[in-house]
């Protein structure tokens, strides 16, 4: 099933488990992004609207297969490839789709210019990514979306779900930052953990522990990178070949923007 290490196998002589993680995982990414589940059915609202129910799917920066849980659950004729660098969150995606025959995964760096070597197939009828690509910087991602336009099929769909703000509204963006930090600060005094906490858990973890410090070897602490409108990157995806792109779903904060070929 996977191209990825070992880290499934030993999480299995221990009896890990990984859907523990993989939800604990999504409960640290909702107190960061409140209307991710949201985000998600409009992604995949859409994925039927444009390629329909059995796709193959490209999971782009995957982590620990969050799209490709919602994806199988929501389409079970569908099939997933998911690909990423970090090897802590592959090992989790691993683990919680291991024996899914419909789910593979791949190790690539979206930063080499020959990551789509490492694919099983040339096209797909969706790529689809959330809460990733904001790690890269403008030109890389510009170049990064000319890649996945060769990727997609005619007719296929790219979907990118991120922090989009729009720097023309410097007030609206600070009034609504400001209220979802005050909303953070209550949930994260009922318990939650933030993303330090959670890295701080699976370092402690006796299988993950080892991913988890390469992880950080890569990646550091936190990447930094570009946060640009949904309006560059609608404009962005149909200079590298897109036929259409608008963002399809927004909150103040973060949008959906859909390429058609």
Known sequence: M??????????A??????RAWQDSWDRQQQWYLPDREERFRIMLDMVEATVGTAPRVLDLACGTGSITDRLLKRFPDATSVGVDLDPALLTIAEGT????????????????PDWTAALPHDSYDAVLTATALHWLFSEPLAALYGQVAGLVRDGGVFM?????PDPATPRINAAESAL????????????VLDWKEWWQLAAQD???????AKRFEIYGEHADGDMPSAEWHARTLREAGFAEARPVWASPSDAVVLALK
């Open 2 to 11: 996977t191209e990825t290490g070992t880290g499934t196998d030993a999480g």
């Open 13 to 18: 002589a221990l009896g890990t488990d990984w």
């Open 97 to 112: 789709f291991a024996g899914d025959d419909r789910v593979t995964f791949v190790t690539a760096d979206l930063k080499d």
């Open 160 to 164: 990118n779900a991120d922090h989009m």
């Open 180 to 191: 979802r930090h005050r909303q953070m600060d209550r949930a994260k005094a009922e318990g």
């Open 206 to 212: 006796p299988v993950l522990a080892g991913p988890t």
